[in-house]
């Protein structure tokens, strides 16, 4: 039995609070040279969990001066509807960030949708202009939650550099681009799903472990090196409507120095970066108008 390791709990409430705290500037220069940030979110169809993502990051721009709208379709709406809300939203001059909400019905494909998004306004990242250039190693839009925890380490005082980043998950939306943004700060990075041989033997090599699989509760304490960065990026909503992340909060508590909650580790932060994307989005466009 390894001894008890005094586990900190990483506040991403806080983080994010002054994350938000620093765009404020950046935005009342905007403003005073006549541009308010504008950022469109799309939201197709009636998924419970969407609507509060969305409502929430209506919230966020608000409280910072940001202009929101949010343009809801539904469910039943045809592909091509949607793709033409988009091609509006590329034209509109008062919108500078353009999120359209996933997961996406069945008969939309995310991928036409994504590549409709002009990627000067793609404040996710999810466009392959940005992608490609986060891979290349000179992005402009980071996807969000990967950008949040990146942020919180950097926030944190915690440098991925030679150290050994495990990310458990291998989605476009945070896996894939988180173990580039981690390999970009220079650690030595592994990625793991579903396939994975002796899961366990891999994630216990981590110095800072990202769980992003969409499981409840999958990763346990005996999976974790004692001290290692435990970074939980699921939100999962268990049969007793609570909400669980991807780490066993348990077990994984008292083994890892640090460890981010759920809710209020990386979701505030996910949204705050949503915010700065946007603010960058709205910067690049007044220098070249
Ligand atoms: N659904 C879950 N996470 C995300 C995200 O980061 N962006 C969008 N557009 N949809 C999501």
């Known amino acids: 039995m390894d001894t008890p390791v005094d586990t900190k709990l990483i506040d991403g409430a806080a983080h994010a609070r002054a994350v938000r705290a620093e765009l404020r500037p950046r935005v009342e220069a905007l403003r005073s040279s006549g541009v308010v940030p504008g950022l469109a979110v799309v939201l197709v169809g009636n998924d419970p969990a969407s609507r509060v993502y969305v409502r929430s ?10 202009y929101s ?5 539904q469910g039943s709406t045809a592909e091509e509807q949607v793709l033409e809300r988009v091609r509006m939203l590329n034209r509109d001059p008062r919108i500078h960030g353009i999120l ?7 008969h939309i494909s995310v991928d036409r949708v994504l590549h409709t998004i002009s990627p000067e306004k793609d404040v996710d990242g999810f466009h ?4 490609g250039l986060l891979a290349t190693g000179n992005p402009v839009f980071a996807p969000c939650t990967p950008a949040g925890v ?3 380490l950097e926030r944190e005082g915690i440098s991925p550099e030679g150290k050994r980043a495990v990310i458990v998950g291998r989605s476009n939306i945070v896996g894939k681009p988180v173990a580039m943004m981690m390999l970009r700060k220079h650690a030595t990075v ?26 409840a509760r999958f990763v346990t304490g005996d999976m974790i090196k004692p001290g290692a960065v435990v970074i939980d990026v699921g939100i999962n909503r268990l049969p007793d409507g609570k909400l669980a992340g991807d780490v066993d909060f348990a077990s994984v508590h008292g083994r890892a120095s640090r ?31």
């Open 57 to 66: 990051k209506a919230r966020a721009c608000e409280e910072v001066g940001l």
């Open 69 to 73: 709208e949010q343009h809801d379709l």
């Open 100 to 106: 359209v909400q996933l997961p996406l019905a069945a």
């Open 128 to 131: 392959p202009c940005n992608v």
């Open 150 to 152: 990146l942020r919180l």
């Open 190 to 215: 592994t990625i793991c799903h579903s396939r994975t041989r002796e899961l366990g033997g891999v994630t216990r090599e981590a110095d800072i472990l990202v769980a992003a699989i969409g499981r």
């Open 259 to 289: 460890l981010t909650p759920v809710p209020g580790g990386v979701g505030p932060m996910t949204i705050a970066m949503l915010l700065e994307n946007t603010v960058l989005a709205a910067e690049r466009t007044a220098k070249t108008a």
